[in-house]
């Protein structure tokens, strides 16, 4: 670990990548070099600095479509001496300004596709496009300082901000680049969202800061991503890209699949992350591809931590061991090591794990165990260190599609429908999402008759990003309970499983 004061790491080589003349990202609005991206961050940072030597830790929002802006954009935040709040364009204006305001947002940054009016008095809008000629150079930065938010749901109603600072993103993504061998000829096809960690720092960053280039697709389309496997060496996706990959190939025609196929064997990586991969994917994709994916566990709050090996044996099922530079172990509720095959918890330590949750000093103190970062997640150790995820410990934390999604968040938005009486939502095992999100809700008496599932998921809609929506809400006439009152959700995924 760095001294929190020493100069920053993350800086210093952005510095040396500011001369390097290979391309960086390619993109609907064009491809840049790294040269030429330095060149457009100095552009943003010197707009936001407007004369100011930093920003000092102030929180700015990014707002825009995957494109040679965003990036600018990004990279010129942290130049800037600022924090970016990358924000995702599936947010609906209601989640954009809690956001704004929790961050403390002073500047938001958009793309000419995200113009909008913020109705927050002091948070100041600039459009990308429209920055003036300039430069500035980077601020003075420390190791310790914070570089970036990304608001992750959780077991509290509302999302929180997980900080992270400029030795978390340098560790993170040279210690990643270094375990995956990413390098400078190296081009990774993505089409992750740019609002979570597997999109910006686990693929963008660490490609980007291991001298390789990015095609940042617009969004997913499993077509689109077949064709540019030709084009490209490393793959990042989460299991239901690969459930989707998969079904798309199964729909071509012979002479395309040969194509696609040609492509997939010519990726000298593909991971698979964010969300246990099922076996019968990876055995689909291994068919297909020659190998199956590379799979690692990680977390927004610590980036990858676990993962198979780029050139040993990938364990189906499993994550992997930890990676080289961060400490793993399982461990029991004493903080005590467990034997191999018995189930424990992950906690982790390192130079990646995360500063803390903004404005949540108590959350990030309960996080934390003796200066492990407990992850929430359980799991067994084999003979040969490789970890085995069996689930979450607490039922409120979804995954679906790989975005981590709160029951609570979704509870507390529907709850605020005057038909509501009682709601309970849970993840149903599924193919294709991983869990498929389903409410529950009892209506009040008046509105027993007055009230549909639909009407309710049209609700939803106006308050939460459309993943978060559930697939369906079913009313019932009563919760399950336990003896003291409080609703077992167990018990009610048995019975909505039960009910197909
Ligand atoms: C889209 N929909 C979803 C999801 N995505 N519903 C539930 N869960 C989802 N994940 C909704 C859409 O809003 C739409 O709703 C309907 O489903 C159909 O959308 P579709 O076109 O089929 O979906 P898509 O646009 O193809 O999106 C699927 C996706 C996307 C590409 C898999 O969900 C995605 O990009 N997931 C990646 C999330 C991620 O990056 N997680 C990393 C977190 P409607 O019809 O009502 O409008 S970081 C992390 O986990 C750690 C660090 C780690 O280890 O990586
Ligand atoms: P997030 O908070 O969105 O970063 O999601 C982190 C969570 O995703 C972890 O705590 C795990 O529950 C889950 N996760 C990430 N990678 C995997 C994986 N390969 N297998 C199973 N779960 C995973």
């Known amino acids: 670990m760095l001294p929190a004061d020493a100069p920053s790491p993350w800086i210093a080589r952005r510095s040396q990548l500011a001369i390097n003349t290979r391309p960086a990202i390619v993109a609907e609005d064009g491809a840049l070099t790294h040269q030429e991206l330095a060149l457009r961050a100095g552009m943003v940072a010197a707009a936001l600095l407007a004369g100011r030597r930093s920003l000092q830790g102030e929180a700015v929002a990014l707002l825009a479509r995957p494109s040679c802006t965003w990036v600018a954009g990004f990279l010129g935040i942290l130049e800037a001496g600022g924090v970016a709040v990358p924000l995702s364009s599936h947010y609906t204006d209601r ?10 947002v002073k500047v938001l940054l958009v793309d000419g596709a995200h113009v909008r009016t913020v109705g927050l008095s002091g948070v100041r809008c600039l459009t990308l496009e429209d920055l003036p000629m300039g430069g500035a150079p980077p601020a003075s930065c420390t190791a310790g300082d914070r570089a970036l938010m990304l608001y992750t749901s959780g077991t509290t109603g509302k999302p929180k901000g997980v ?3 400029h030795q978390n993103l340098e560790a993170q993504t040279r210690l990643l680049g270094e375990a995956w061998r990413i390098s400078e000829t190296d081009r990774l096809l993505h089409a992750l969202p740019l609002h979570h960690m597997h999109g910006v720092v686990i693929a963008l960053l660490t490609t980007l800061q291991s001298g390789g280039s990015t095609e940042l697709l617009p969004r997913f389309d499993p077509m689109a991503v077949w064709d540019g496997f030709a084009r490209s060496t490393v793959w990042m996706g989460v299991p239901t890209m690969y459930h989707k990959l998969l079904d798309a190939f199964e729909q ?23 969300a246990a991969l099922p ?23 610590l980036g990858v931590a676990l993962t198979n090996p780029l050139d040993g044996e990938r364990k189906v099922g499993s994550v992997g061991r ?11 509720e004493e903080g005590r090591l467990v034997a191999p095959g018995e189930p424990g918890e992950i906690v982790v330590r390192g130079p990646t794990v995360f500063a803390g949750y903004h404005r949540r000093g108590d959350a990030t103190r309960e996080a934390f165990r003796g200066g492990w970062f407990c992850t929430g997640d359980t799991a067994t150790l084999d003979q040969e260190g490789y970890v085995r995820i069996l689930g979450r410990t607490s039922v409120d934390i979804l995954k679906s599609g790989g975005y981590k999604l709160s029951a609570l968040e979704i509870e507390e938005a529907l709850g605020e429908h005057p038909g509501v009486g009682e709601v309970a939502v849970v993840g149903l095992p599924d193919e294709a999402w991983g869990q498929r999100v389903v409410a529950a809700v009892v209506p009040r008496s008046s509105w027993t008759q007055r009230m549909t599932g639909e009407e309710l998921r049209a609700f939803c809609r106006e308050r939460l990003a459309s993943y978060k929506v559930p697939k369906q809400i079913l ?23 039960s009910q197909g």
């Open 279 to 301: 076996a019968t994917l990876a055995t689909r994709w291994e068919v297909i591809a020659g190998v199956v994916p590379l799979e690692r566990f990680g977390m927004t709050e």
């Open 163 to 165: 900080v992270l600072t």
């Open 252 to 274: 071509a025609p012979e002479e395309v699949r040969r194509r696609w196929r040609e492509g997939a064997r010519g990726l000298r990586l593909a991971t698979s992350g964010s």
């Open 322 to 332: 930890p990676l080289s530079g961060v400490e793993v172990q399982v461990v029991d």
């Open 95 to 104: 989640e954009i300004l809690y956001i704004l305001q929790d961050a403390e």
């Open 475 to 497: 009313l019932t006439e009563e919760l399950p309970r336990n003896a003291m009152g409080k609703i077992v959700k167990q018990a009610l995924v048995e019975r909505l499983r």
